[in-house]
């Protein structure tokens, strides 16, 4: 073969090569097996690179592969193509399942193989997948959320999943051979389900209808049914399958969906915002609006709004841009500004709350709500505007109020509010202390406006009647091109023609009654002032008013200042400052503090140590520092000090910490030495008292006991028969016994109390076998005065862990008093019960009731209500004190509700066990 000849050759390869698709691995083989052109893929995948590759061996290559053979078969079968599957494997071990297309072409008289390999990993795995779904197919038939029916055309049911038998209430075998149609679906949907099948059966071949079925209850059920048919070769019906969706509870929330819509359609329609939908673009129009967008748009109907372009409503191109931009980054926007222009032109501010959605056909659509914000939006830049003159007028006052310089602060405020208003002169007027003359006190003005002081610095009061009129009432006067003066400001209205004036604004300064008044003027300008501008000038009055104020109360203050040094120097009490920083010193004080430490000048006290004054040690001093620091003051702090002539006796001290002044305790101190001496003086006759109480009352309390043993003996009747009058008087002597008895327990309780000795003794019981002890001897005293009693337990658990024995006195102080304090023939109610952590037990009568204006002393000791003598006249006032106490010191709590006449109820909650 010549040179020529192979380059034809080679290029007839090339485009054989080139028909095939470039995706596949494509090579040229000779009859022996060599390679004689392989494309890219067949070269990456041979893994030989495109050097090795051509006049490669493809029987070394694909070892398993018998090429012989195959040439023999592509040959044998003239011309036509041949396909194997060949798993390869290649030189990184990775196995790759190929199909291998093999066809057989004479090139320059030659035959060679064009040989092409394509991957079939994803098939096979479909065809795995396609083996696992029949398996998994009679699962789903059997398992899937439908009722699935196989039918012979007459509609005799051959076979039925388990999900049919389970929403129909049937076993299968139940089912199995019955009619379909004539015993399961409900009477008057039958001729519809035979007119279904039979579209099915006919040319329809699948066919979807709804009806009722009824369930083995009688219940009906809505199913959606999609019919097809399965025909022999012949075209004959074989079999009917029937797929059914129980509809039931679909139908049920599709009708509440439609009762809902109908509502939120209502709801949209009222609505004050506007609510839309619109193709999101800028060409798109709206396709829902409600009629508050027509409203907003200044439409005549909603066919007119969505009529019109969305983005030609937009005001500003670049704000219509990058809410754009937000909604398709976020998806959501909520809150944006935004200027549009209605129907009619007009200008609007709106609030936009939008987010993008996917209709079904595919477009993209803006959901929203606009709201009109134009009045609003005016507003808050209205006050913005005023923030900022606001500001302006405080940057120009800073600075000069801690100072005192009231005259330079308001020439500054009158600068800055004079140059806001663009004004070219600000001057204040103020009536004479006589009330004679109007005077012009301060001003500020351009330069080339004269001086108002040269010209008027003085104007009679009377002559300026108007002004002061309407100053006093708080009346803003304002006189441009479009508001002139009227007829009874005849001076104002001379003195505007001849000074030239073109616009002037005059705002009072202070309130009713008071003349005072800020003008500002223009020369050069007849431009008419805002009620933004008005606004700010009122913001600058208020300032300068307050300046004024100060200014004329300075001097008054300072007096004031002097003549409070002056009683604070000569106050009987002592005044005095503690540097807190240690080691804390005493930095200043008053004379009768001086005195009080018996100090002859003041350098001897000043900056002395408080170590050194505290009489008690550096302990107290410690103490009271940590005091001072933790509370930030001290209350009627008792100390010990002693003089710097070594005099000790006792002060009274109470004060904070500057919060001006870091670092700094100011307090006042108090001698109470003699009141300390007394105190001691009382505690112990206090404690005499008590001893003595103690004393008697152990004394009395032998002779009392035997007088009870004695009586308790002849009651028993032990020495001999009593006639019924001796048993009555000596029951009354016994019951007079016993009072006395108890009142001296409740003293000697009470003493206890006082000086702390009483002993708790806890144990774990239920409170209702300590009712249960209390209990006869409450009812005994109720039948003697016919009061009916009433018991309820709530609850069974009333366990706490307590001290029984001050428990029982505390039912008993209680449940004694309310038969002690109820009538004749009234009512009593007891009940115990759990109340949140606690147990709690409650008392309630139909009593005397006690005084409003006393319930707030019930439970001092010795105190009794003054209705409470009336029906018992001997008690001590100590017993709710004492009951109090035992609540208390159980971690409990005891109160009481009670209307005068009515009644009261007594109540105590201790913790559960």
């Known amino acids: 073969m010549t040179k020529g000849e192979k380059s034809d050759d080679n290029r007839q390869l090339a485009a054989l090569a080139a028909d095939l698709v470039v995706r596949e691995a494509v090579a040229c083989l000779d009859r022996s097996g060599r390679i004689l052109y392989a494309n890219r893929s067949a070269i990456k995948l041979a893994g030989l690179g495109p050097d090795g590759i051509f006049g490669a061996d493809v029987g070394k290559l694909w070892k398993d592969l018998d090429w012989e053979g195959i040439w023999r078969q592509v040959s044998e079968r003239e011309g036509s193509r041949m396909f194997i599957e060949y798993d390869h494997v290649t030189r990184d071990g990775h196995r790759c399942p190929l199909e291998v297309s093999f066809f057989i072409e004479t090139v320059g008289g030659e035959e060679v193989a064009m040989v092409s390999a394509r991957d079939i990993s994803e098939r096979r795995g479909l065809l795995e997948s396609l083996r696992l779904y029949r398996n998994r197919s009679r699962k789903y038939f059997e398992l899937a959320g439908l009722i699935y029916l196989v039918l012979k055309p007459n509609g005799e049911i051959l076979d039925i999943n388990q999900t049919g038998c389970r929403i129909l209430g049937y076993g299968k075998e139940e089912l199995i051979g019955r009619n379909w149609i004539g015993d399961f679906v409900a009477g008057e949907f039958r001729e519809e389900a035979k007119r279904a099948q039979d579209r099915a059966i006919g040319d329809d071949g699948h066919v979807v209808f709804e009806n009722r079925v009824l369930g083995k209850d009688g219940k009906e059920m809505t199913v959606v049914w999609h019919n097809t048919v399965l025909r022999d070769e012949t075209g004959k019906v074989n079999l009917v399958l029937s797929a059914g969706t129980d509809m039931t509870e679909s139908r049920k929330v599709e009708e509440r969906a439609r009762i809902s819509e109908r509502r939120l359609n209502t709801i949209l329609n009222s609505l004050s915002v506007g609510v839309f939908r619109n193709v999101f673009d800028p060409k798109g129009r709206f396709t829902e609006v409600n009629p508050a967008l027509v409203r907003m748009m200044e439409a005549d109907s ?49 609030s936009m709350t939008a987010t993008t959605v996917r209709g079904e056909d595919g477009l993209t659509y803006m959901d929203g709500i606009m709201e009109d914000i134009t009045s609003r939006r005016e507003a808050e830049e209205s006050l913005r505007w005023q923030l900022e003159i606001s500001q302006r007028l405080s940057k120009a006052a800073y600075g000069y109020i801690s100072s005192g310089d009231y005259d330079r602060l308001i020439g500054s405020t009158l600068e800055a509010a004079g140059r806001m208003l663009r004004a070219d002169r600000v001057c204040i007027a103020t009536l004479s202390p006589d009330g004679k003359f109007i005077e012009y006190t301060h001003e500020w003005k351009i330069d080339s406006i004269p001086p108002v002081a040269v010209r008027m610095s003085k104007v009679p009061a009377e002559r300026m009647a108007w002004s002061i009129d309407q100053a006093r009432n708080g009346k803003i006067v304002r006189f441009d091109r479009e508001n002139d003066m009227p007829k009874e400001a005849v001076f104002e209205r001379n003195l505007v023609k001849e000074v030239g004036l073109k616009a002037m604004l005059v705002i009072p300064l202070f309130g009713e009654g008071q003349y005072g008044s800020m003008t500002f003027s223009r020369y050069s300008s007849d431009e008419v002032w805002g009620e933004q501008e ?241 209990m006869p001897d409450i009812s005994r005293r109720c039948r003697l005065k016919e009061i009916s009693l009433n018991y309820e337990q709530a609850d069974s658990d009333l366990n706490v862990d307590a001290d029984a024995e001050k428990i029982r006195e505390v039912i008993t102080i209680l449940s004694e008093n309310a038969v002690d304090y109820t009538p004749n023939g009234g009512n009593i109610w007891v009940s115990l019960r759990r109340s949140g952590k606690g147990v709690r037990f409650e008392v309630r009568d139909s009593g005397i009731g006690i005084p409003e204006s006393e319930r707030g002393r019930i439970f001092s000791r010795f105190y009794r209500a003054t209705n409470a003598p009336i029906m018992k006249p001997d008690a001590t006032g100590l017993a709710l004190a004492i009951a109090r106490y035992h609540v208390e010191q159980h971690g409990g709590k005891i109160g009481f509700d009670s209307e005068e006449g009515k009644g009261s109820t007594f109540w105590f909650e201790i913790p559960a066990a």
Do not use: C
């Open 302 to 350: 909603e066919e007119q709004v969505m009529s019109v372009r969305v983005g030609d409503l937009y005001w500003d191109f670049d704000k219509q841009v990058d809410f754009g931009r937000k909604i398709l980054r976020d998806g959501f926007v909520r809150g944006y500004p935004m200027e549009m222009r209605t129907l009619k032109g007009k200008r609007i501010w709106v």
């Open 534 to 774: 008005i606004g700010a000038a009122e913001l600058a009055s208020g300032l300068l008013a307050g300046a004024i104020s100060r200014q004329e109360s300075a001097a008054e203050l300072v007096e004031s200042k002097k003549q409070m040094e002056d009683i604070v120097s000569h106050v009987n009490l002592g005044i005095l400052q503690f540097d807190m920083t240690p080691p804390v010193r005493l930095v200043d004080f008053n004379e009768p503090t001086a005195k009080m430490m018996e100090a002859e000048s003041r350098e001897d006290l000043k900056d002395r140590m408080l170590d050194d004054i505290l009489a008690e040690g550096r302990e107290k001093g410690r103490e009271m520092v940590e005091k001072i620091v933790r509370d930030g003051r001290l209350v009627r702090e008792s100390l010990l000090v002693r003089s710097l002539k070594g005099r000790e006796f006792w002060v009274e001290l109470s004060g904070g910490l500057d919060p001006r002044r870091k670092g700094i305790f100011g307090g006042v101190i108090s001698d109470i030495t003699q009141r300390k001496e007394t105190e001691g003086k009382v505690r112990e006759l206090d404690s005499l008292k008590n001893t003595f109480i103690q004393v008697v009352s152990h004394q009395v309390r032998t002779p009392l006991n035997s007088i009870r043993w004695s009586l308790e003996t002849l009651l028993s009747e032990e020495l001999g028969k009593l006639t019924q009058s001796q048993k009555d008087f000596l029951r009354v002597v016994y019951m007079a016994e016993t009072e006395i008895l108890a009142r001296l327990n409740d003293m000697l309780t009470a003493l206890d109390i006082e000086e702390n000795r009483v002993v708790f003794h806890r144990s774990r019981f239920s409170l209702d076998s300590v009712w249960s002890s209390v």
